[in-house]
Antibody
Framework: QVQLVQSGAEVKKPGASVKVSCKAS????????INWVRQATGQGLEWMGW????????GFAQKFRGRVTLTRNTSISTAYMELSSLRSEDTAVYYC??????????????WGQGTQVTVPS | QSVLTQPPSASGTPGQRVTISCSGS????????VNWYQKLPGTAPKLLIY???QRPSGVPDRFSGSKSGTSASLAISGLQSEDEADYYC??????????FGTGAKVTVL
């Protein structure tokens, strides 16, 4: 069965970076884009960006350009999201999600369990 | 700040029908398909509707989606206690950003 398993919770100081992993199983990792979404406590869902695991191509929400890096290691079917220059407003649960959409559509059918990132103020 | 607007809340008694609206623009809902996600506290979002009105395998047919112009709706018929959750619409924007709605909390009275 398809699974996305993320790394554990992190506590980081302001100005530091955090790297979250997302290990895929149960399907061909390079066949579906991986997206990253976050949710701060009491807030809504916020899309951050996407990565094509086959080509390594990426795209980002304007808000995160220059601060987010998306990478992958195809040999272990794992995607990574690194967020730099952390501030307290980045405290949130971060999710990876598989995009099964075709022909220009975007739909996230499988999600990781979420990774809590805390940046104390 | 989300570009897809939803009412903050909706409610109904068990068995009732509840509808949640999602208002966008010509650059997102007006030109791309709409998805709906259910978010329970402490769990990952779950895809309820894709391509405006398609249900993934395993999603009860009590959930239905529709789209007209720059707006979309999610209907929950035969409301059940386990439907109490936050619901988000989402669509691709022509700027190639994927945008979520503001979210609507459904309460079962």
């Amino acid at each position: 069965q398809v699974q996305l398993v993320q790394s554990g919770a992190e506590v980081k100081k302001p100005g530091a970076s955090v790297k979250v992993s997302c290990k895929a199983s149960g399907y061909t990792f390079t066949s579906y884009d991986i997206n990253w979404v976050r949710q701060a406590t009491g807030q809504g869902l916020e899309w951050m960006g996407w990565m094509n695991p086959n080509s390594g191509n990426t795209g980002f929400a304007q808000k995160f350009r220059g601060r987010v890096t998306l990478t992958r290691n195809t040999s272990i079917s794992t995607a990574y999201m690194e967020l730099s220059s952390l501030r307290s407003e980045d405290t949130a649960v971060y999710y990876c999600a598989r995009d099964f959409g075709r022909l220009g559509e975007v739909s996230f059918d499988y999600w990781g369990q979420g990774t809590q990132v805390t940046v104390p103020s | 700040q989300s570009v897809l607007t939803q009412p903050p809340s909706a409610s109904g008694t068990p068995g009732q029908r509840v509808t949640i609206s999602c208002s966008g623009s010509s650059s997102n809902i007006g030109s791309n398909t709409v998805n709906w996600y259910q978010k329970l506290p402490g769990t990952a979002p779950k895809l309820l509707i894709y391509r405006n009105n398609q249900r993934p395998s395993g999603v009860p047919d009590r959930f239905s989606g529709s789209k007209s112009g720059t707006s979309a709706s999610l209907a929950i018929s035969g409301l059940q206690s386990e439907d109490e959750a936050d619901y988000y619409c989402a669509a691709l924007d022509d700027s190639l950003n994927y945008v979520f709605g503001t979210g609507a909390k459904v309460t079962v009275l």
